[in-house]
């Protein structure tokens, strides 16, 4: 089946005060996009984005509040519903306490829903059986760090392998049909989850992220950014045990 591509006048975020989603919607406000619709747990810091965006680009933001805590909780009973937008960007996510997840199994958790069993809710009740037929797109940020377990990070790497892998399965769900799902493995980017946990030299500012996902708006797949990561993540995929109990 053939669909004409769509601009994207309408984004929905579940992550709004991160960074990164920060920098994609202002680019997007620069390209014409209408209305935002941004969910952070940080209402304050949504608020002032919010602001941001009216005051700059006279677009129309709309604000909830969310804590990925709580959606990740089987006992919740809030029914997450999802509007229609033209992009679902998922930026949401947290290293958490790394060193203290190896002793402490409810910082494990907590880094668990925070970057994965929180989303689910939400990536479920964006596709569901008719939006798959629509004309949209899901960007969803994983990272590198799904790639192999390291001694360093293998709470938040599980998560966002966990996370990888169920996207995926709704990438292959929605080929041939018109909603793309793009899967963004990320390597370090300069914002405050890796300010002095990476060398300066590898990180990429959230502005050239931003600008090098919106030079492809309709891409769907998995990607890795910036696209070296690829190379460099299978090597160290194949790396002896010896070597990677270093990382
Ligand atoms: N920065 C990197 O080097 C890097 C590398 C690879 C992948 N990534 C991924 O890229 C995405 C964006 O990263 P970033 O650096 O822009 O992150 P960031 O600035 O630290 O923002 C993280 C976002 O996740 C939200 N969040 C965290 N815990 C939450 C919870 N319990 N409930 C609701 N929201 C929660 C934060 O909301 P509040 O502000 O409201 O707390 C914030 O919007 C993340 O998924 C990250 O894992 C980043």
Redesign the pocket.
Known sequence: MKWQKKNIKSIWVL???????RSICRELAVLGCKHFHLI???SI??ERFADELEQSFGVVVNCQQ????VDANLNNKYIFEVGDFDLYLV?????GDAELARVDAEEALRIT???YT?LVRWITAIANPERLNKQSRLWV?????ADRGRPSNYHYGAA?AALTTFCEGLLLRCNGKPFAVRIVK????S????IGK?PAVL?VS?RCVAKKLLKRPDSRGIEYLPFWWLPLMLVVRFLPSFVASKL
């Open positions: 992550g709004s005060t991160s960074e990164v989603a952070a747990r940080n810091e949504n969310t804590d990925l805590m930026t949401a996510g947290s290293l829903a925070a970057n929180g940020f994983s990272s590198v760090a966002k990320a390597g370090f980017i914002t405050k989850m890796a990476a990180c959230p």
